[in-house]
């Protein structure tokens, strides 16, 4: 039976459209590191091939001969990113997409080792040679407490939704913490090319500390 976590674990990955807080918990992520205006810039696309091609290589191991340790059948993750601008600062205009920074990535079950990420990317690297795995990575991050919402929409429509999360945040006696690697974080649950903007689903996700 295939392990599902935006089943498994609702609270990640369905929030409501009303604001709510949450403890996140260590997870495993494939992650690659990039700037510039996601619908343009050819590293994101880039970006997306090299990590969806590191995911179902993983999942897909199942039918080699050396199944890694501890292996068992998945979903694939929905694709997730960590977002702000070159200067460092966090991202207050949506639409400056040129000025923005990111980190692309999609999670992995924990048998995800480096062991098994190496073993990967070498297969992967015979498999599809067009790709550049150089700047893949193997990360751990604990991303602690957050708030997040869930946004039905376009993406570029995100500021009416961030305005709620940011006044619940407020309300709630709370304040931002952006610090490196705690960012604003999206969460893509539908697939752009499919799904009609206005029903766009994306879990946004605001880190944050006692006021």
Excluded at 1 to 10: G, L, N, R, Y
Excluded at 124 to 150: N, Y
């Amino acid at each position: 039976m295939k392990i599902d976590f935006k089943k498994e674990q609702k609270e990640l990955y369905q929030p409501k459209t009303t604001p709510s807080i949450i403890d996140v918990p260590e997870m495993v992520f494939i992650a690659v590191d990039g700037g510039g205006n996601p619908n343009t810039s050819p590293a994101y696309k880039s970006a997306l091939e090299t990590l969806y091609g590191f995911s179902y290589s993983i999942k897909m191991s199942k039918m080699g001969t050396a199944q890694p340790t501890g292996y068992f059948d998945f979903v694939v993750p929905p694709l997730e990113g960590l977002w702000w601008f070159k200067d460092g600062g966090v991202i207050t205009d949506i639409l400056d997409k040129d000025n923005f920074c990111w980190t692309s990535m999609i999670r992995q079950p924990d048998f995800v080792t480096a062991e098994v990420f190496e073993s990967t990317r070498l297969t992967l690297a015979e498999k599809k040679p067009e790709l550049d795995l150089s700047k893949a990575r193997l990360m751990k991050f604990t991303e602690g407490l957050c708030a997040q919402i869930m946004h039905i929409g376009a993406y570029d429509d995100e500021p009416v939704s961030i305005a709620v999360l940011e006044s619940f945040i407020a309300e709630s006696g709370y304040l931002p913490d952006f610090t490196e690697p705690r960012r604003h974080h999206e969460i893509y649950l539908s697939d752009p090319r499919k799904t009609a903007p206005e029903k766009l689903k994306t879990v946004i996700r605001y880190p944050i500390k006692k006021g």
